[in-house]
């Protein structure tokens, strides 16, 4: 199946710093990817969808400026915690399609620590 | 809005017997349903998609079954392992945006 690389695979870093983590398709272009959060024994919440070359779509409740979305190109997203708080910690995952009707591939996720 | 449902509770099973998780949605049957393996601190992993018109589909120790009168899917394990251990959710398509609506994940133990 397709693979889809997520880096880093953990940070921890202060409160008020900015944490990017990237997310690429390395066997096939992704022109939608997805961002999820998780909390511990929880579903994975849906943040945005990001497209390539244009706007990312924020799911209701997600603060589209503190959480920034680019999707630069078909293989790269990039998703960017900024001024990140203690309850910014939690399991960031990124996944891509190829259409629907296909299953979804997930990168390793990302462990956030805010301190 | 669709919701699915899975069982929370944890679920133990003996090595060597049949696992089985349920998953349940509550508004409109989908096209097609899928099916992931997720272990701590990784990303899910996909296992099956069966679509609406298909009753089960099996592969290796895998089985799922689609009905949707009772809009409901099964999941099956035959012959488990304790590397079989690991929370499973299932998935269906929310709108035409690529998007999937995730269930919360039951938790396989299978024990030696």
């Known amino acids: 199946g397709a693979v889809v690389s997520q880096h880093p695979s953990w940070v921890i870093c202060k409160s008020g710093t900015s944490v990017k983590i990237e997310c690429r398709s390395l066997d096939f272009q992704a022109t939608t990817m997805f961002w999820y959060r998780q909390f511990p024994k929880q579903s994975l919440m849906l943040m945005a969808t990001?497209?390539?070359?244009?706007?990312?779509?924020?799911e209701q409740g997600v603060e589209k400026d503190k959480f920034l979305i680019n999707h630069a190109s078909l293989t790269l997203s990039t998703l960017t915690v900024t001024s990140a708080h203690p309850e910014d910690s939690s399991f960031y995952i990124c996944?891509?399609?190829?259409?629907?009707?296909?299953?979804?591939?997930f990168g390793q996720g990302t462990r956030l620590t805010v301190v | 809005s669709q919701k699915i449902e899975q069982n929370s509770e944890a679920l133990n099973i003996q090595e060597g017997k049949t696992a089985t998780l349920t998953c349940n949605y509550t508004n409109y049957s989908p096209a097609y349903l899928q099916w992931y393996r997720q272990d701590p601190g990784r990303g899910p992993v996909f296992l099956l998609l069966?679509?609406?018109n298909e009753k089960e589909k099996r592969k290796e120790r895998l089985k799922v079954t689609f009905d949707t009168t009772l809009k409901q899917s099964l999941f099956h394990i035959t012959a488990s392992q304790p590397a079989d251990s690991a929370t499973y959710l299932c998935?269906?398509?929310?709108?035409?945006?690529?998007?999937?609506?995730w269930g919360a994940g039951t938790k396989l133990i299978i024990k030696p």
């Open positions: 990001s497209n390539e070359g244009s706007k990312a779509t924020y």
């Open positions: 998935a269906l398509e929310r709108d035409s945006n690529y998007q999937l609506i």
């Open positions: 069966i679509r609406e």
């Open positions: 996944s891509a399609r190829q259409g629907t009707n296909t299953e979804a591939f």
